[in-house]
């Protein structure tokens, strides 16, 4: 349970919009924390760190230092989980296995568990 005061002129917009769309003021306030409360904790975080820097009881880090780990995390990840180099490979497959086929271009395929040239038309892609 949350008990909040708000001054008058916000408590009583609230009441207003609360008695035209026949909602509570609690449904609207549980709304607006809910839109708004991320802002609040990076705003309040960030004036936190930023305090603890200037206190020297924690340090900076240089942001091209938080960009590096941050692609080191990403390409270790994709790297680990391998379905974006996947799809990327299959993606490329299929593009050049098209671009053969408008070209006229035969490909080496299997068909029948046998290696064999398809001919452009033959070529399903």
Do not use: C
Request: aromatic share 4%.
């Amino acid at each position: 349970m949350l008990a909040i005061r708000l001054p008058a002129d916000v408590d009583e917009r609230l009441d207003v919009l609360a008695k035209k769309t026949g909602r509570t003021k609690s449904f609207y306030a549980r709304e607006a924390i809910i839109e708004h409360l991320d802002e609040l904790e990076d705003i309040y975080l960030a004036e936190q760190r930023l305090e603890d820097v200037r206190a020297g009881r924690t340090k900076s880090v240089p942001l091209d230092e938080v960009r590096a780990e941050a692609v080191k995390k990403d390409i270790g990840r994709i790297l680990m989980e391998g379905t974006e180099i996947d799809e990327a490979v299959k993606k490329a497959v299929k593009e050049a296995i098209l671009k053969h086929k408008q070209a006229g271009n035969s490909i080496v395929g299997m068909k029948d568990g046998q290696m064999v040239w398809l001919k452009p038309e033959d070529i399903k892609a």
